[in-house]
């Protein structure tokens, strides 16, 4: 990342923005060309409507590993896989479809039942990020071990 934000720099940006899931680790050691900002990537909506007003060239640099490439990692026991799990209360949710909102999540789908279309999330394309949890939703439950039965 900071090649890639140097490289853009040279060739003269007006902004470079950098969004992620971990901004502490571009620290003071990390050395990025001046002017560069860091934002966690809560703020990537935010951040999106800002670069649209500068003029010129802005360049935003999301730092995330692929969420296919995460569960591939987790796959073969070199990432870390979390001991957490987000699941939909059906029986709460009352489909207002906020969680997709939020988290732009492929894996909270949607579910249909006799009160309508609900939301669930796909477990085995989930990559744990927990973004989905950020809207405000009570029919969220994460569970710490719970692990997806294999089918019979």
């Given at each position: 990342v900071p090649q890639i934000a140097a490289q853009v720099h040279a060739e003269g940006t007006s902004r470079i923005v950098i969004v992620t899931d971990e901004p502490e680790k571009y620290n003071a050691a990390i050395k990025?060309?001046?002017g560069v900002t860091v934002h966690h990537r809560?703020?990537?909506d935010a951040i999106q409507r800002?670069?649209?007003?500068?003029?010129?060239?802005?360049?935003l640099i999301?730092?995330?590993t692929c969420a296919t490439e995460k569960r591939r990692r987790r796959k073969r026991g070199t990432m870390v896989d979390p001991a957490r799990r987000a699941f939909i209360n059906?029986?709460?949710?009352?489909g207002c479809g906020d969680c997709s909102v939020k988290s732009n999540c492929l894996s909270v789908e949607p579910l249909e039942t006799e009160l309508g279309t609900k939301r669930k999330i796909n477990q085995s394309s989930c990559n744990k990020d927990f973004s989905c949890v950020n809207g405000f939703c009570p029919s969220f439950v994460t569970a710490e071990g719970?692990?997806?039965r294999k089918p019979e």
């Open positions: 990025l060309p001046e809560d703020r990537l800002e670069l649209r007003e500068v003029q010129g060239t802005s360049v999301y730092d995330q059906d029986a709460v949710c009352e719970a692990q997806v």
